[in-house]
């Protein structure tokens, strides 16, 4: 999946800060009393021993400003249409954010995010039972408007079978303000590693940009490309968020 965004967080300090196109997450939170809409349609194609596999999904994610510095988040892949399993939806996950260190000196902005995946989509693309998550991002902002953001995290996912284990998370991105409205990214992003009983390490290199149509709003496009035989060979978003 192709979301988030550290290299987007643009100037007004008030104006929109999106968790996407990219995967590492912004360390940004969208403010008491506010919420976020950040929408998009994404496509994925897996090719593996001759077979080709196309999907389509929907990827949302709200954002509910709780206090300045946390935020409650509902994300889904949302309506999904896939060669193999057919149309359905996919499952939710329920978050907050915490934003706990303001950038200073070689200090970076850093937040934490604690998810839950929950099995609550179509059979067909239902994961098993609760899935926990923590991520922790760090932004840098650099000289001649270049910006850097990194991303560890661990998920506690479950086999079909009952079984759990633990697969990491790691994304790093190298961002770029091309002109007041409009930024470019590159991105090294690995959302799933884990050993080959357990899925397998999902790695690819991803490339995009926003433009802030106003302060409260953005659209974006990104694509990715797979490193390995177990991760999409290709796939893009495009997406529009907006703040109110």
Known sequence: MLVAGPVFAFEPEDSIATDRPDVVESSAVVGKGRFQLEASVAGERFDHDGVREVTHSTPTLLRFGLTDATELRFE????MNSGAAGRGYSDWSVGVKWHFADAAGSRPSMALLAHADVDSGSPAY?????????????????????????????????????????????????????NDRLRGFVELAAPSIASARNGGT??????????????????DMAFSRGLNH????????????IKF
């Open 76 to 79: 889904t892949d949302g309506r």
């Open 126 to 178: 239902r994961g098993s039972g609760v899935r926990p998550s923590l991520r922790l991002s760090a932004e840098w902002e650099l000289a001649d408007d270049w910006s850097f953001g990194v991303m560890p995290g661990v998920l506690l996912d479950r086999r079909e079978d009952g079984g759990r284990f633990a697969s990491g998370i790691f994304a790093v991105t190298l961002g770029k303000e091309i």
């Open 202 to 219: 999902n790695a690819a290199f991803d490339f995009g940009a926003a433009w802030l149509l106003t302060n409260n709003a953005q659209l």
């Open 230 to 241: 177990t991760t999409p060979k290709l796939g893009w978003t495009a997406g529009l968020s």
